[in-house]
């Protein structure tokens, strides 16, 4: 079994302002890895939409709310786990969305709010979320190259 660094934990406002310190913050998580961009992008894509649907419809954008965010590592994976006391997510957005590969494309099937699940679950390799009485626990893994 990989030994898990747990290397960088952030409080952060629940306003979408929050994202730019956020990516900042898995960026520097990142450079000791020596990933390149092609691989960091879809991380912080999955990342910051998760924290966006958080801080919109968890804390429905109370500036006065947190949500917390713990990076980690081992040797094949990082992981990033973000925490927070909002509205927990509907138990029907918890899988990845379908997608019909042969439904014509339309500006419909764009709109805000249909595709941040699949930026999500498209971006990392595993997604899981526990609710709890408290908090509730959103995780993405992505493995290393």
Partial sequence: MSQSHHEKQLRLPATINSLTT???????????????????????LALCEAASNIIRHGYHDDASAHYRVDFSHDSRTVTVNLY????????????????????????????????????????VDRVSYRQGEDENQLTLIKALP
């Avoid at 956020?22 to 912080?44: H, K, M």
């Avoid at 029907?92 to 699949?118: C, F, H, N, T, Y």
């Fill in 22 to 44: 956020l990516g900042i913050a898995l960026r520097q998580f990142l450079a000791a890895l020596q990933v390149n961009e092609t691989w960091i992008y879809p991380l912080d």
């Fill in 84 to 123: 927070d006391c909002g509205v927990p997510l509907p138990e029907d957005k918890r899988q990845p969305p379908v997608i019909d590969p042969d439904a014509p494309l339309d500006l419909a099937s764009l709109s805000e709010g249909g595709r941040g699940m699949q930026l999500i679950f498209s971006g």
